[in-house]
């Protein structure tokens, strides 16, 4: 992806990445061959979410093959892009790629509190904050 301004990637515990729930596509055990041969993949996409709502503070949006792989090879932390309420849909949009409804909601509940800050402001019952614009 280019374009957009990405932060340095982090190690995130594949134990505290919400498991996929679909059937295993083929093809994840190519990556794992490849990674144990030392092969660098670049880093997954995911999503912070409540962890009290779903029980895993993050939720897999792109790399599922490398997380698959990694965790079969023993690894314990895979490099990670986390993706804000700020920046989800932009990452969809740009991986051509709907969101998916759960994220799609997210992303509306930020926008809402963005425009709301903002008529806030407008009105002079906030003060300005780095996040408005």
């Known amino acids: 992806m280019t374009g957009y301004p990405m932060k340095k990637p982090r190690l995130i515990p594949i134990r505290l990445i ?5 059937t295993t596509p083929p093809g994840w ?16 996409q995911v999503i912070r979410q409540s962890s009290k709502l779903h029980g895993y503070p993050y939720r897999l949006f792109d790399g599922y093959h490398r997380t698959r792989a990694a965790k079969h ?7 990670a892009h986390v993706i804000s309420d700020e920046t ?4 969809a949009r740009e991986m051509k790629r709907p969101l998916p409804d759960h994220v799609r909601a997210a992303a509306d509940r930020a926008a809402a509190r963005s425009k709301a800050t903002r008529l806030l402001v407008e009105l002079g019952l906030k003060a300005k904050s780095r996040e408005v614009e």
């Open 18 to 22: 919400e498991p996929w729930r679909c």
């Open 29 to 44: 055990g190519e990556y794992a061959a490849m990674m144990r041969a030392g092969d660098e993949f670049p880093p997954v």
């Open 73 to 79: 090879i023993g690894r314990r932390t895979i490099a």
């Open 88 to 91: 989800m849909t932009w990452v």
